[in-house]
T-cell receptor, first 110, second 115 residues
Framework: GENVEQHPSTLSVQEGDSAVIKCTYS??????FPWYKQELGKRPQLIID???NVGEKKDQRIAVTLNKTAKHFSLHITETQPEDSAVYFC?????????WGAGTKLIIKP | EAGVAQSPRYKIIEKRQSVAFWCNPI?????LYWYQQILGQGPKLLIQ????????DSQLPKDRFSAERLKGVDSTLKIQPAKLEDSAVYLC?????????????FGPGTRLLVL
C-alpha cells in the first residue's frame, strides 16, 4: 500500500524567509497530492493541491512541486508571515484513499 | 454554504464506557470520512462511506468501533467499550465525489478524553 513520509517534523524560519517541506510517496500510481494546513486546535484545511499531470502549481506565496520520477513533492512558502505558523500535512491519493504524512510544525520567528 | 457539523465538541468518559459521535456533511457531498487524530500525529482514516455504503474500513478497530450512515447523509461513530488509547480528536470530513482526489472539508472535530 501507499506510504507517505514527510520531513522535517519541525521547521523554524525567520519571518520573511522561505520554508520548504518535503514528502515522498511509495505508490507510483498515486496521482493527487494535496497539502493541508492545521492551526492549533482547528480543523485541517486544504491550501493547495497538485495532480500528476502537472509539475508545479503556484498560488500567491504558496507553491507545490511534484517529481513523479523520484516520487516526491514539496511545499514552498515564500515571504513567511506569523499567520503561516501551523502544522502542515501532505497526502497522496491512489485509488480512492488519501494517505497522510505525519505533519510538519512550522514556526515563524519574529 | 454550511460546513461539516459535528457534535459533541468535547467528551470525557471513563474507560469501558461507550460514546457516540455525530456528523452532518456538507449538503450534496456523497463521500464521508471519519478520521482519528492523536495529538502530534496526522489524521488516520477509520472509515470511508460512499453514500450509505462502506468504501474502506480496513483501519477501523471493529471489535470496539462501529459506524453507520443509514440514509446516506448523517453519520454516527460509536466506541464501545472505550480504552485509554482512544483519547484523540475524531474528525469527520466530506467531499462531493468519491475517489479521494478532491478537497475534503473537515468538521471542527470531537475531542475525546478517556480516563
Amino acid at each position: 500500500g501507499e506510504n507517505v513520509e514527510q520531513h522535517p517534523s519541525t521547521l523554524s524560519v525567520q519571518e520573511g524567509d522561505s520554508a520548504v517541506i518535503k514528502c515522498t510517496y511509495s505508490d507510483s500510481a498515486s496521482n493527487y497530492f494535496p497539502w493541508y494546513k492545521q492551526e492549533l486546535g482547528k480543523r485541517p484545511q486544504l491550501i493547495i493541491d497538485i495532480r500528476s499531470n502537472v509539475g508545479e502549481k503556484k498560488d500567491q506565496r504558496i507553491a507545490v512541486t511534484l517529481n513523479k520520477t523520484a516520487k516526491h513533492f514539496s511545499l514552498h512558502i515564500t515571504e513567511t508571515q506569523p499567520e503561516d505558523s501551523a502544522v502542515y500535512f501532505c497526502a497522496a491519493s491512489s485509488n480512492y484513499q488519501l494517505i497522510w504524512g505525519a505533519g510538519t510544525k512550522l514556526i515563524i520567528k519574529p | 454554504e454550511a460546513g461539516v457539523a459535528q457534535s459533541p465538541r468535547y467528551k470525557i468518559i471513563e474507560k469501558r464506557q461507550s460514546v457516540a459521535f455525530w456528523c452532518n456533511p456538507i449538503s450534496g457531498h456523497a463521500t464521508l470520512y471519519w478520521y482519528q487524530q492523536i495529538l502530534g500525529q496526522g489524521p488516520k482514516l477509520l472509515i470511508q462511506f460512499q453514500n450509505n455504503g462502506v468504501v474502506d474500513d480496513s483501519q477501523l478497530p471493529k471489535d470496539r468501533f462501529s459506524a453507520e450512515r443509514l440514509k446516506g447523509v448523517d453519520s454516527t461513530l460509536k466506541i464501545q467499550p472505550a480504552k485509554l488509547e482512544d483519547s484523540a480528536v475524531y474528525l469527520c470530513a466530506s467531499s462531493f465525489r468519491p475517489g479521494g482526489q478532491e478537497t475534503q472539508y473537515f468538521g471542527p472535530g470531537t475531542r475525546l478524553l478517556v480516563l
